[in-house]
């Protein structure tokens, strides 16, 4: 059972919504990049349990906790009637070595050790559980979900699970007994409730409405569209969104980029760069937000 759906990262969104206005810096790209690389490394990881897995468990996809001051991120829980799976997954491509308790490309340069951030929600959902009210055992895992990924010199008792190494998991798993009862759909409902909607570590480039450039992006490959009065055509990628569709779409990057500015008929005219008549855009905000009327104005939510 899936408790808790994945939810797209926010700095993601930040980046998706922004790629194309403004001109990301060499580093705000490598981190998008690689907010994007781990986040389909996940949806990866959920396809798998969902293709896979055949006991009575229980799924939580994305936690962001806390206790006692300190947060702490899961990327998938498995909860079963005897045992608990904690996953931290990784979508690493490329040969990789540990020396001692380091990590390290091939060329020698250091990477943060995956492995200490695993150890660490590891000991914080421990406490957190028992606070719960619950000593069901943990057991984490780093899962490598790519499978030209490569690791040197890994000691075997490394909590580690290799691209190569899901077929043989998926049969422990699926021989072991599980009955999932209402106590443990309780402990799972208890932890999504303690889920924490964004960090405040949460990194993403500065900018204003000024800045922006305006115009319907294009949700592919993030170049501009072309307004055909009934249909938009990307002018990169020649992908068509049907006019309803890219307005939408557009009206919410904006009310997701500034939250606290009204959404009004004109402020959405000039964001799509539009030029001609409001009337489709007002039939698309009046079909899809609330219209609301303040002294001489209005706007939509």
């Not at 040969?95 to 001692?100: F, L």
């Not at 249909?231 to 997701?256: M, P, V």
Request: glycine share 6%.
């Amino acid at each position: 059972m899936n408790l808790q759906d994945r939810e797209e990262p926010i700095e993601l969104k930040y980046f998706r919504f922004l790629e194309g206005r403004i001109d990301l810096s060499p580093e705000e790209k490598r981190q998008y990049a690689n907010v994007q690389k781990g986040f389909e490394g996940e949806l990866k990881f959920d396809h798998w349990i969902e293709q896979n897995l055949s006991p009575d468990y229980l799924l939580i996809k994305g936690l962001l906790l806390e206790h006692r001051g300190e947060l702490f991120q899961i990327d998938t829980l498995l909860i079963f009637s005897g045992q608990i799976y904690l996953f931290n997954v990784k979508n690493h491509v490329g040969d990789y070595y540990i020396d001692g308790e380091n990590w390290h490309f091939m060329s020698g340069a250091e990477i943060k050790s995956p492995l200490l951030q695993l150890q660490r929600s590891d000991f914080l959902l421990r406490q957190l559980l028992r606070k719960l009210g619950t000593n069901t055992t943990v057991k984490p895992s780093l899962v490598f979900i790519h499978p030209e990924f490569i690791l040197y010199n890994a000691p075997p008792k490394l909590p580690v699970l290799f691209s190569g190494q899901l077929h043989r998991f998926k049969k422990k798993l699926n021989s072991m007994p599980s009955k999932i009862e209402r106590k443990h759909e309780i402990l799972a409902e208890r932890l999504v409730s303690l889920h924490l909607d964004r960090s405040p570590h949460t990194r993403w480039p500065d900018y204003d409405y000024q800045q922006l450039k305006k115009g319907v992006t294009c949700v592919k490959c993030a170049a501009f569209m072309s307004d055909k009065e009934r249909k938009w055509i990307c002018t990169g990628c020649g992908h068509e969104e049907d006019n309803e569709t890219a307005i939408l779409r557009s009206a919410k990057e904006y009310q997701f980029l500034f939250p606290d500015r009204k959404m009004t008929t004109n402020v959405i005219r000039e964001w799509c760069g539009i030029n001609g008549s409001k009337k489709k855009i007002r039939r698309v905000l009046t079909k899809h937000f609330r219209h609301l009327s303040q002294g001489k104005g209005s706007y939509y939510v």
